[in-house]
């Protein structure tokens, strides 16, 4: 039986979809371009076609995974330009059902802090989180020019802080403790400080 052969994005779709896998399961040290080649069905020559070596998949992989993340916070901002109680219930709303659907994005996240002394992943994933906090930054303030939140609030503190939630809550997953936090509670504890 012969099988289709997937075009060279495909396939590198699925290549990384199995790193990511791997790296969460076994830590990027533990991870080997053989047992990912396995797991994607490839030959492990393909990984270093593709992506020249473990260090360069796993950046792609880094890469991914922030434009998903940052994707989504653009799309959860967008549901609610005006209102930035309903914007923030939206982007964690967003961001836990990724977390809870996309098991090893918890640990993805936590790899990459890890490895953010190479600078070949900082410089990867960097410019992700200064996107993001740029997309945070200019929705705080337009909802501080509408009077929708204090004025007197820094804009990219507050993106900064609302980022760290972000990263609360995947160590909430990564440490199996997700079940403990309510998120719009959460969200309502939150919104007094940044409401005028």
């Given at each position: 039986?012969?099988?289709?052969?997937?075009?060279?994005e495909e396939r590198k779709k699925q290549i990384v979809k199995s790193a990511t896998a791997v790296f969460a399961r076994k830590g990027y040290h533990g991870a080997t371009?053989?047992?990912?080649?396995?797991e994607a069905g490839?030959?492990?020559?393909?990984?270093?076609?593709?992506?020249g070596s473990k260090?360069?998949?796993f950046s792609d992989a880094v890469r991914r995974?922030?434009?998903?993340l940052v994707h989504g916070l653009e799309a959860a901002l967008t549901l609610h330009p005006d209102d930035p109680s309903l914007a923030m219930q939206e982007v964690y709303t967003f961001y836990l059902d990724l977390l809870l659907k996309q098991r090893d994005l918890a640990k993805m996240i936590f790899l990459v802090f890890a490895e953010l002394d190479d600078p070949e992943v900082r410089d990867v994933y960097l410019p992700h989180q200064e996107h993001a906090l740029d997309v945070l930054s200019?929705?705080?303030?337009?909802?501080?020019?509408?009077?929708?939140?204090?004025s007197d609030m820094p804009s990219r503190a507050s993106a900064w802080l609302i980022l760290g939630a972000f990263?609360?809550?995947?160590?909430?997953k990564h440490s199996g403790r997700i079940?403990?936090?309510?998120?719009?509670?959460?969200?309502?504890?939150?919104?007094?400080?940044?409401?005028s």
């Open positions: 039986m012969v099988t289709k052969r997937l075009p060279a371009t053989k047992r990912i080649s396995q490839v030959a492990e020559a393909l990984i270093y076609r593709y992506f260090k360069g998949l995974t922030a434009e998903r200019t929705a705080i303030r337009r909802w501080k020019k509408t009077g929708a939140l204090r990263q609360v809550l995947a160590l909430m079940d403990e936090i309510d998120p719009k509670a959460a969200l309502e504890l939150a919104l007094p400080f940044l409401s």
